[in-house]
């Protein structure tokens, strides 16, 4: 059974800084890309940030690119966050999920999800 268990979210202030991890099992952590997505109320979960399965290929929105930094490490079969300059805008429940990045750009639906953690950020 798959397991992909995020951790690292909690309140920031603006323009801080917050690192949000992923520990996946129950799969072969290397035969796939990975994802974060958010939500927001009301709102459809967004992929924001792609990985391929080697780390050589990142893709992310534009919302957030230069600011956010997606990395992993197959040999601890964990995919990382690095959120800089947090908005109040990021404020989400972020999602880990398997995603391969699209050859158009963007993140592929996932197979699998995480439960999501809450980033808050205030103003």
């Known amino acids: 059974q798959v397991h992909l268990v995020e951790s690292g979210g909690g309140m920031v202030q603006a323009g801080g800084t917050l690192r949000l991890s992923c520990l996946a099992s129950g799969l072969k952590f290397d035969d796939y890309g990975m994802a974060w997505f958010r939500q927001t109320p009301g709102n459809e979960r967004q992929g924001i940030a792609c990985?391929?399965?080697?780390?050589?290929?990142?893709d992310y929105v534009d919302s957030v690119k230069g600011r956010f930094t997606i990395s992993r490490d197959n040999a601890k079969n964990t995919v990382s966050l690095l959120m800089d300059n947090v908005q109040p805008e990021d404020t989400a429940m972020y999602y880990c999920?398997?995603?391969?990045?699209?050859?158009?750009?963007?993140?592929?639906?996932?197979?699998?999800w995480g439960q999501g953690t809450q980033v808050t950020v205030s103003s």
């Open positions: 990985i391929s399965w080697d780390g050589l290929l990142t």
């Open positions: 999920a398997t995603s391969s990045i699209e050859a158009r750009g963007g993140c592929a639906s996932p197979d699998y």
